[in-house]
């Protein structure tokens, strides 16, 4: 069974969500997608349109290699509007060597990064033609790899345009993670403007860099990041200091935190909603494709970003929470998508088929290895949390295949993929159990 409500692609390989954008009354979610088979391969964006957040239409591929650059894959990017036009950017990638056993693989992992951009006239029609080459490839290592350079997040302000990308640069011998700032008047040239060298990482992924509540906040997926049990390739997200004006980015890394404490999400991205709220989506990675099921990888709900107390909370959009208007028994909600709200006292547990929730005082603990595969390394299967305040209210939405879990007004958030639910839900020490279905039937 696919979820009701969380996005998957119709067959195959989906990772990141790309491109995400409001433009002309349309929610659009590019992703990246290889049509071929439920695993990665040449990149494409997928694309898919929505008026409310929650019920997606799927529309055909919007980009393809088609050209030398990005022969071997179109990598993950971004949208922004100019006027009534949407303009996309994206990593163009060739293979030194294509691999002999699978063309859709490089043979050493070596290629050509340059960042790309295109532009559509009313985010329905994309032109192979109108593909330009931005940014070319680093000849130079010490300024930013051939390889790793991508990820091209654009944003518009009084000011101009401006690009952030992930990067890498070798100094003294060493990899260090960088990312790099670029100015432009147009959306077509671009300059280099600054560069901000993130102590300590290797490779940084998909960053993306947006002012919620009067702070700039920098989120950015670290490659090497997981020690242990936890996935090698970790999201993280804080408020850092920026000056758009000199692509000044000052970053304190004690100041960034995983974005999800099931670390099972990676790659968000954000976009302003018609409100101009920050709506942030991720992939939700999974060790393997749900029984029978034709397609692999999810989304998380939308979820609106915001700063207090200088932290990221994080709630389901209003559109999508809306959505449950059925109230339901905890009991009987199997086979459909729901929203709960629950209570835990000190000593509760609450054990939503199979995936069990237990606070004992303060700490949030939740276990998924009755409802995970026993042979996936390097995938949390327990996870603890820090309660602040003294109380746990709880928010979780339950879709086939991932649980949701907002801890206290959305301080912290436990994002996780499970397989082969049961239909039972048992609980001790909960108050205020309540419980909703869909209004309708999504697509
Ligand atoms: C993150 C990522 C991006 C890249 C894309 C390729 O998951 O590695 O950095 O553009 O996936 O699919």
């Known amino acids: 069974m696919r979820p009701e409500i969380h996005f998957t692609p119709e067959r195959n390989w989906m990772n990141d969500p790309v491109g995400l954008i409001y433009y002309q009354g349309y929610y659009h979610l590019f992703y990246q997608y290889f049509p071929y088979a439920k695993q990665w391969g040449t990149m494409h964006w997928g694309h898919a349109v929505s008026r409310d957040l929650s019920c997606w239409q799927r529309l055909p591929v919007a980009l393809y290699p088609s050209r030398l650059e990005d022969c071997n894959g179109c990598f993950s990017g971004s949208a922004a509007e100019n006027g009534g036009k949407m303009y996309l950017f994206y990593t163009g990638v060739r293979y030194d060597k294509v691999s002999r056993e699978n063309i859709h693989e490089s043979e050493n992992g070596l290629f050509t990064s340059c960042q790309i951009g295109m532009i559509s006239p009313d985010g329905f029609t994309f032109d192979t033609h109108e593909k330009k080459l931005l940014i070319p490839a680093f ?13 091209p997040k654009v944003w518009k302000d009084s000011s101009g345009w401006h690009m952030v990308l992930g990067s890498q640069c070798e100094q003294q011998g060493q990899l260090a993670g960088q990312l790099l700032f670029y100015k432009s008047s147009d959306g077509e ?38 020690t242990g049990e936890e996935p090698e390739h970790i999201s993280y997200g804080g408020v850092v200091g920026f000056d758009p004006g000199s692509g000044e980015l000052q970053v304190d890394s004690a100041k960034l935190f995983p974005l999800d404490n099931g670390m099972d999400l990676y790659a968000a991205q954000t976009m302003k909603d018609e409100q101009g709220r920050n709506v942030m989506i991720a992939w939700v990675r999974m060790p393997q494709a749900l029984e ?5 990888g999810m989304y998380t709900l939308p979820r609106v970003v915001s700063v207090s107390d200088g932290q990221l909370h994080y709630a389901v959009h209003p559109l999508v929470k809306e ?22 006292d000190a000593d509760a547990t609450l054990n939503i088929g199979g995936y069990e929730i237990r606070r004992k005082g303060t700490l949030l603990y939740t276990d998924r290895t009755r409802v995970f595969p026993d042979d996936a390394a390097r995938w949390l299967r327990r996870t603890q949390t820090i309660l602040t305040g003294g109380y746990c209210r709880l928010e979780i ?16 958030v436990i994002t996780q993929v499970v397989y082969e639910m049961r239909k039972t839900c048992f609980y001790e020490h909960v108050r205020g159990l309540r419980c909703w279905k869909l209004r309708t039937q999504q697509s």
């Open 139 to 151: 000849t130079d290592p010490a300024l930013g790899s051939r390889v790793h350079t991508r990820d």
């Open 323 to 344: 959505q449950f208007t059925q109230t339901c028994r905890p009991e009987s909600f199997f086979g459909t998508a729901v929203r709960i709200e629950a209570e835990l």
């Open 397 to 412: 939405y339950v879709d086939h295949g991932i649980v949701e879990i907002f801890v206290n007004g959305g301080e912290q």
């Open 189 to 226: 040239t671009w300059l280099f403007q600054n560069r901000c060298q993130m102590a300590g990482e290797v490779m940084v992924e998909c960053p993306d860099l947006f002012q919620a509540d009067g702070s700039w906040v920098l989120m950015a997926s670290l490659m090497g990041r997981g």
């Open 292 to 296: 029978g099921e034709p397609w692999i």
